[in-house]
C-alpha cells in the first residue's frame, strides 16, 4: 500500500466487526495493516469510524484522516469525488458499519464508480453476517438469494413471504432476509404465521458474539419454541 509518484491509489473494502468484541479476534491482521497504511476513507457513520479505527489502531493519528460519508443522506453527484485521492496515489478504505462492505451495504455504488475509474478494487476478508449465518444454518447452501428487507406493510409482507416460500419450493433455493433488529420479534411472528408447517426456518443472532443463537427448525418447530430477538442484529433464512 505504499505511495509511489504516478501510481494511482487502491479503493480496500475492510470489513468491520459484527457487535462489540476485539476485532482480532474476528478479523485477520491484513485488516490492522490496511487501517494503519490508510488515512482516506469512505464509511456510513464518522463517530463509529473513528472508534473502530482507534480500536484496531490506538497510535493511529486520528487528526491525520480524511473520511467522506457514504449513506442515505449522501447526494450521488458527489459520490465520484471521493475517489479523487486515489488520482494522486492515494489508497482509500470503504469501511461498513458491521462486517463487509458493500454487502447489503451502500459502499456498493462507490466500488461501482472505481471499476469505471478503472482503479483497483481490493476486498479483505472478513465477517459477513449472511454468509455465516448461511454456513451455520445445515440449509441449501448451492442455490440461495439475499433478499434483504421485506415490505413494512402487513399484507404487502405476507405477500412477499408467500411468493419467497413458492420460489423456494420450486428451486430448492434458500431465501434470506435481514431485518431492522428492533422489528426482529414481529417479522419471525409473520413467518410463523404465514410459512407452512414443514418449511425450514434458520434464526441466527448475535453472529461472532458471546451470545451468538444459530438454530433451525421447522415452522412448527418453532412454533412451540419461545426467544427473544429484540434489538440482537439477526438472519432469517427459509427453505420449503
Known amino acids: 500500500m505504499a505511495k509511489k509518484k504516478g501510481i494511482r491509489g487502491n479503493l480496500y473494502l475492510i470489513p468491520t466487526t459484527l457487535g462489540d468484541n476485539e476485532p482480532l479476534e474476528v478479523l485477520p491482521i491484513s485488516i490492522k495493516r490496511a487501517i494503519e497504511n490508510i488515512d482516506y476513507f469512505i464509511v456510513e457513520n464518522e463517530k463509529t469510524a473513528r472508534r473502530f479505527i482507534k480500536k484496531i489502531s490506538p497510535r493511529k493519528s486520528q487528526p491525520a484522516l480524511h473520511i467522506e460519508l457514504l449513506n442515505k443522506f449522501t447526494e450521488p453527484s458527489s459520490i465520484p469525488s471521493f475517489l479523487d485521492p486515489c ?43 449472511i ?98 430477538l429484540h434489538k440482537r442484529p439477526s438472519i432469517f433464512i427459509i427453505q420449503a
Not at 462492505?101 to 482503479?119: F, K, L, N
Not at 416460500?165 to 404465514?194: C, W
Not at 408447517?197 to 415452522?219: F, G, R, S
Open 87 to 129: 488520482d494522486l496515489g492515494e489508497d482509500i478504505g470503504v469501511l461498513s458499519e458491521a462486517g463487509c462492505p458493500a454487502i447489503a451495504d451502500p459502499g456498493s455504488d462507490v466500488v461501482a464508480i472505481a471499476h469505471q475509474r478503472g482503479i483497483k478494487v481490493v476486498p479483505l476478508v472478513g465477517p459477513s453476517s
Open 131 to 228: 454468509l455465516l449465518a448461511l454456513m451455520a444454518s445445515g440449509l441449501n447452501g448451492q442455490q440461495f438469494a439475499f433478499n434483504g428487507y421485506l415490505p413494512i406493510d402487513n399484507s404487502e409482507r405476507k405477500k412477499e413471504i408467500k411468493a419467497m416460500e413458492r420460489l423456494s419450493r420450486e428451486k430448492a433455493q434458500t431465501q434470506i432476509f435481514i431485518e431492522t433488529p428492533y422489528r426482529n420479534d414481529a417479522l419471525l411472528s409473520e413467518f410463523l404465521k404465514t410459512l407452512a408447517k414443514n418449511t425450514y426456518l434458520c434464526v441466527a443472532t448475535d453472529i461472532t458474539l458471546a451470545t451468538e443463537e444459530i438454530i433451525t427448525k421447522t415452522v412448527e418447530e418453532w412454533q412451540n419454541t419461545s426467544v427473544s
